[in-house]
C-alpha cells in the first residue's frame, strides 16, 4: 500500500498529482501521435554567410573551482565559447531546423529535455564525446554543444558529472525572465525542475548561477519534426506526413528563418539555409567590445586606462558611447 508523501497529506498529493497530469495531458492534446502513411523527408545543410563572429572569453579566474574548470580553459586562464562552429565549407554546426505547426505525426523521440554537466559545460545528453573536443595544431581544444531543444511544460533533467557544484538557471529571453532555477550538487542523480514558458515563446537560455560561461540554448518545440546540425550543418527530417509547411532554422543569437516547402508522399526534398553573420545580435550584457577580454589579449596591457592585468573599467561603458 503507497505511503503518503512526507510533509503532504494525502489530499494535497491527489491535488498536485491531478495539476501535473493537467499540464502534461494539455501539452500533449496539442499534439496527436499517429501512424505516418506515405511520410517524406526534408534535407539539406545549414552554412553561415560572412565573417565567423569572434567567441566570447571569461577570465577563469573570476568563477569558483577554477583548478578544476581549466580542463576546458585555453591554457591562458582563459574559458573562450565558442558559439558559431563552421567548417571550411560554412556548415554550421549547432542550428535547429524545425517544422513549424505539424498537428499530427510520429510520435516525440524522448518526453524530456535531459543534460549533462561535463567539465564546467552544458550538454545535451545525447552528443557524443567526439564532437566535444577538436584537435589543433596537436592541442585538444573543447567545442561546446550549445544548443538543445526542449517543450514546454515539461521537465529539465541534469546530471552533474562534475565533481563540483554548479546551478541551473533557465531565462526567456523573449520575456526577460527567469522562468527556473535548481540546485545540482555532486551526485550521479539528475536533478531537475518543470519548466512553463509563457505561450508561443520559442527560446530558452539555460546559465549557471556558478559559471557565466556555462551556456546552453534551446529551441521550444511543439512537435517532434525538428532536428539540431551537427559538424558541417547538415541535416535530415524524415517521416513527415505529406503537405506544405512553413519550415524555421534557428541559431543563438539570430532571428529565425523561414521558408515553406511542399513535401511529397515518399518524396525527399532539399531545402538549404544559408544565414548571415552580419545579422548576428547579442544583448549587451553579452557583448565583449567593453566588458569581455578578447583572444590574444596581453594581461600585461592595460585596458582603457585600468591598472593591472584582465582589468576593465566598468564606468568606461556603453552608456558613455
Request: aromatic letters at 10%; glycine letters at 8%; one cysteine or more.
Amino acid at each position: 500500500m503507497s505511503q503518503p508523501v512526507p510533509g503532504y497529506t494525502r489530499n494535497m498529493v491527489v491535488v498536485v498529482a491531478e495539476i501535473v497530469f493537467t499540464l502534461m495531458a494539455s501539452a500533449a492534446w496539442s499534439y496527436e501521435m499517429a501512424d505516418v502513411e506515405n511520410g517524406g523527408t526534408i534535407t539539406g545543410t545549414v552554412t553561415l554567410r560572412g565573417e565567423v563572429p569572434e567567441p566570447r572569453v571569461f577570465p577563469l579566474v573570476l568563477y569558483p573551482f577554477g583548478d578544476f574548470c581549466k580542463r576546458i580553459s585555453d591554457g591562458a586562464g582563459h574559458i573562450v565559447l565558442k558559439e558559431f562552429n563552421v567548417d571550411q565549407t560554412g556548415g554550421l554546426q549547432d542550428a535547429v531546423v524545425a517544422v513549424l505547426d505539424v498537428k499530427r505525426g510520429k510520435a516525440f523521440r524522448y518526453r524530456d529535455t535531459e543534460l549533462l554537466t561535463v567539465n564546467c559545460m552544458f550538454h545535451p545528453a545525447d552528443v557524443p564525446e567526439s564532437e566535444q573536443f577538436e584537435l589543433h595544431d596537436g592541442q585538444l581544444t573543447h567545442v561546446h554543444p550549445l544548443v538543445t531543444v526542449m517543450r514546454n511544460e515539461s521537465v529539465l533533467s541534469v546530471t552533474n558529472k562534475d565533481p563540483i557544484m554548479h546551478a541551473a538557471q533557465v531565462y526567456q529571453p523573449e520575456k526577460g525572465d527567469r522562468v527556473l532555477s535548481f540546485p545540482i550538487p555532486v551526485s550521479y542523480k539528475p536533478h531537475s525542475g518543470f519548466v512553463a514558458l509563457e505561450k508561443n515563446k520559442r527560446i530558452v537560455q539555460i546559465i549557471c548561477g556558478m559559471h557565466e560561461y556555462m551556456q546552453s540554448w534551446a529551441w521550444v518545440a511543439d512537435n517532434p519534426y525538428f532536428v539540431r546540425t551537427h559538424r558541417g550543418g547538415g541535416f535530415t527530417i524524415d517521416n513527415l506526413p505529406p503537405g506544405t509547411y512553413q519550415v524555421a532554422v534557428w541559431h543563438p543569437h539570430m532571428r529565425p528563418l523561414i521558408k515553406e516547402m511542399t513535401v511529397p508522399a515518399n518524396g525527399t526534398v532539399t531545402l538549404n539555409f544559408e544565414l548571415d553573420a552580419s545579422q548576428v545580435t547579442r544583448p549587451m550584457y553579452e557583448t565583449q567590445a567593453q566588458f569581455r577580454i578578447p583572444p590574444g589579449r596581453d594581461p600585461t596591457v592595460d585596458i582603457e586606462g585600468c591598472e593591472g592585468p584582465y582589468c576593465v573599467r566598468r564606468e568606461h561603458s556603453h552608456h558613455s558611447q
